[in-house]
């Protein structure tokens, strides 16, 4: 079993940084990543980053250049640094364990374990 541990949301005008943290417990399996996928209102949920044993990181164009993924040496903490935030980027925000590294690669055919969210509202 996997419990995942979001914090860091809240409410920011745009342009505005928010960092998100995130701390795995339980079976976490080798060569898988952590990353973090949103869901907004009327939207398909979206993977937006992901990273591999603290290496090799994606980024959905969305994010890209305004979000910055890292991972501890344990590989069991995740943090997500949001940069110059966007009415778009408006959204319920999870992080993932577990993750297929196809994620690398923008499939995110499967989302792993995830927990139960933090909010992240940007306002004009």
């Known amino acids: 079993q996997v419990q995942l541990r979001e914090s860091g949301g809240g409410s920011v005008q745009a342009g505005g940084s928010l960092t998100l943290s995130c701390v795995a417990s339980g079976y976490i399996y080798g060569d898988t990543c952590m990353g973090w996928f949103r869901e907004a209102p009327g939207k398909a949920r979206e993977g937006i980053a992901a990273?591999?044993?603290?290496?090799?990181?994606y980024y959905d164009e969305s994010v890209k250049g305004r979000f910055t993924i890292s991972q501890d040496t344990s590989g069991n903490t995740a943090t997500l640094q949001m940069n110059n935030l966007k009415p778009e980027d408006t959204a319920m925000y999870y992080c993932a364990a577990n993750l297929d590294p196809r994620v690398l690669l923008g499939d995110w055919f499967d989302f792993g374990n995830w927990g139960q969210g933090t909010q992240v509202t940007v306002s004009v």
């Open positions: 990273i591999l044993n603290g290496g090799s990181t």
